[in-house]
């Protein structure tokens, strides 16, 4: 891959995975450190790179979250995690002790259907936010917010 395709996915992606890591960070110092380890990476393994298997952006943010999960593997041993922090789990796994599936299938046909795409990528086929605003054309808040509000709705229409 030569330097002017490097530089268009850098100019591309570079915004994002930084609000990505700014959303999960608080040190913005630390933040832009870690993107430019992402850049780094995605530098040396861009011949790796297989398109068959994924869109770059797809590519770009698996090397976003796995650096970030590795700079929090690092700071394990000397940082504790906020007690504050929020499990986005937690919501689904309390729908699922208390309702039937039926009651949950009947409350996702509810749903307009761009929030049941959302939770339905997201529970049942895995894929993580940052792939499925990708998929849908969206910004990765975007996608985060209305998963959150589809996730209020079925938990006010399942009540």
Not at 46 to 74: C, E, M, P
Not at 142 to 148: E, F, G, I, P, Y
Request: hydrophobic fraction near 40%; include cysteine; charge should be negative.
């Amino acid at each position: 891959m030569n330097s002017l395709e490097m530089e268009r996915i850098y100019a591309t992606y570079s915004g994002k995975v930084m609000g990505y890591l700014r959303a999960r960070i608080h040190s913005t110092a630390e933040a832009e450190d870690i993107c430019s380890e992402v850049f780094e990476k995605v530098m040396r393994k861009i011949d790796d790179y297989d398109q068959t298997k994924a869109a770059v952006g797809t590519w770009v943010f698996s090397i976003t979250r796995n650096t970030l999960i590795d700079h929090y593997r690092k700071k394990r041993p000397t940082e504790e995690l906020d007690e504050n922090l929020k499990d986005d789990t937690e919501l689904d796994e309390s729908l699922l002790t208390n309702e039937t599936l039926s009651e949950l299938a009947a409350a996702l046909q509810r749903l307009p259907e761009q929030l049941r795409d959302i939770v339905v990528l997201r529970y049942y086929d895995g894929k993580p936010l940052t792939e499925i605003a990708e998929m849908m054309g969206l910004s990765y808040g975007a996608v985060k917010l209305r998963h959150q509000n589809a996730l209020m709705l079925l938990r006010e229409r399942m009540a």
